[in-house]
Antibody, heavy 121, light 107 residues
Framework: DVQLLESGGGLIRPGGSLRLSCAASGFTFSNYAMSWVRQAPGKGPEWVSTGTAGGGLHYADSVKGRFTIYRDNSRSSLFLQMNSLRAEDTALYFC???????????????WGPGTLVTVSS | EIVLTQSPDFQSVSPKETVTITCRASQSVGGSLHWYQQKPGQSPKLLIKYASQTFSGVPSRFIGSGSGTDFTLTIRSLEAEDVATYYCHQSITLPLTFGGGTKVEIK
């Protein structure tokens, strides 16, 4: 079974940094694009970033220059380094797997339970 | 950025009735439109991919249709377990975007 488990969330002051992790299992991690999607309280999902199987990196404009996505295929893990955090980054952050092998962008067939990031002074 | 507009925002329906949710894209997404179900306290779950393909394990009462800019999710014979918020999502181009959601409640 595909499993995704995020960790690393917490309470952080504005301007601070946080690193999120996603441990994946149940599929060949290196073959799939993996993404971070966030959801602010009471709002819909918002795409944040994608790391493709081929090494491509894509970001939403709202996080470009502040967040960095990277993946460790040997450990089937996805990471999101978040710097210069703002109050508007407060959200539940999900790790999500793309449905098709070797496609850069696609629908998300599996999501983790999420890790909560709260940016507040 | 492609904006996805869902309607209605909220729908209250009696059991066994049919629910219809629409998603309109600000420009054509071809068939690259997907639907998710999110129950309270849970992560979204894929229901329909590429407008009309039912994802593995999803009951046949969930039906997707449409192409281009106009899409519909139909839930036939609503069951209590279908209480959730439903989101559409496009993957034709970056940035990937989602609709604002439609909350479905049992009357």
């Amino acid at each position: 079974d595909v499993q995704l488990l995020e960790s690393g969330g917490g309470l952080i002051r504005p301007g601070g940094s946080l690193r999120l992790s996603c441990a994946a299992s149940g599929f060949t991690f290196s073959n799939y694009a993996m993404s971070w999607v966030r959801q602010a309280p009471g709002k819909g999902p918002e795409w944040v970033s994608t790391g493709t199987a081929g090494g491509g990196l894509h970001y939403a404009d709202s996080v470009k220059g502040r967040f960095t996505i990277y993946r460790d295929n040997s450990r089937s893990s996805l990471f999101l380094q978040m710097n210069s955090l703002r109050a508007e980054d407060t959200a539940l952050y999900f790790c999500a797997k793309s449905s098709s092998m070797n496609r850069d962008v696609d629908e998300f067939d599996y999501w983790g339970p999420g890790t909560l990031v709260t940016v507040s002074s | 950025e492609i904006v996805l507009t869902q309607s209605p925002d909220f729908q209250s329906v009696s059991p066994k009735e049919t629910v219809t949710i629409t998603c309109r894209a600000s420009q054509s997404v071809g068939g690259s439109l997907h639907w998710y179900q999110q129950k309270p306290g849970q992560s979204p779950k894929l229901l329909i991919k590429y407008a009309s393909q039912t994802f593995s394990g999803v009951p046949s009462r969930f039906i997707g249709s449409g192409s281009g800019t106009d899409f519909t999710l139909t839930i036939r014979s609503l069951e209590a377990e279908d209480v959730a918020t439903y989101y559409c999502h496009q993957s034709i181009t970056l940035p990937l975007t989602f609709g604002g959601g439609t909350k479905v409640e049992i009357k």
